[in-house]
């Protein structure tokens, strides 16, 4: 006597797919929380980002220091967090399919709103670089001018030659 194949439970995967759906459940909770962990952490670079330029544009290079300290701090978490947000995503990319809508939604709208808010801070980066470059720049061309300066100081009113030193002024 032959039965029809049983059919699969709620539990157990469907056939073709990959992964229990309790298992793709878990994934999601783990990837949306590493997500949002993440996503903190690039809002408080981009603040930090905003700060950084606010600074460079007044000069405040004591202040630059300590910003730098506080961005590698972030910089730390957000490695550690990576680390642990690959393991998520790759058991997220072998069983969102298995999952319904409902529980895929929400981790591809945090997707979409990490990769905007990335997007964000990788903009304010590259202005901060451009403002560093735009600074160095502006210093450069004043230690040049101020070692042409000396260069024709030294030409013109060397102490070896006394009779130089005031060309314009009659004795």
């Known amino acids: 006597m032959n039965l029809p194949p049983k059919p699969p439970s709620k539990t157990s995967p469907a056939p073709g797919l990959a992964g229990d759906p309790l298992?793709?459940?878990?994934?999601?909770?783990?990837?949306?929380?590493?997500l949002q962990a993440?996503?903190?952490?690039?809002l408080r670079l981009i603040?930090?980002?905003?700060n950084q330029s606010r600074l460079l544009q007044g000069g405040y290079s004591e202040e630059l220091l300590e910003l730098?300290?506080?961005k590698e701090?972030?910089?730390?978490?957000?490695?550690?967090?990576e680390s642990g947000?690959?393991?998520a995503r790759s058991k997220w990319d072998s069983l969102q399919s298995s999952l319904p809508e409902t529980e895929r939604e929400p981790v591809q709208k945090m997707l979409a709103r990490v990769e905007k808010t990335l997007r964000e801070l990788l903009q304010l980066e590259e202005e901060s670089s451009r403002l560093l470059l735009q600074q160095r720049d502006q210093i450069l061309g004043q230690i040049q001018r101020l070692h042409a300066?000396?260069?024709?100081?030294?030409a013109y009113f060397s102490p070896l030659l006394p009779h130089c030193q005031?060309?314009?002024q009659k004795e």
């Open 23 to 34: 298992e793709g459940h878990l994934a999601a909770q783990e990837l949306l929380g590493a």
């Open 38 to 42: 993440a996503e903190e952490i690039y």
């Open 47 to 50: 603040e930090l980002g905003r």
């Open 68 to 70: 730098a300290k506080r």
């Open 73 to 81: 701090s972030e910089m730390a978490r957000l490695s550690y967090l």
């Open 85 to 87: 947000m690959r393991r």
């Open 149 to 154: 300066a000396r260069k024709f100081q030294k």
């Open 166 to 168: 005031a060309i314009d």
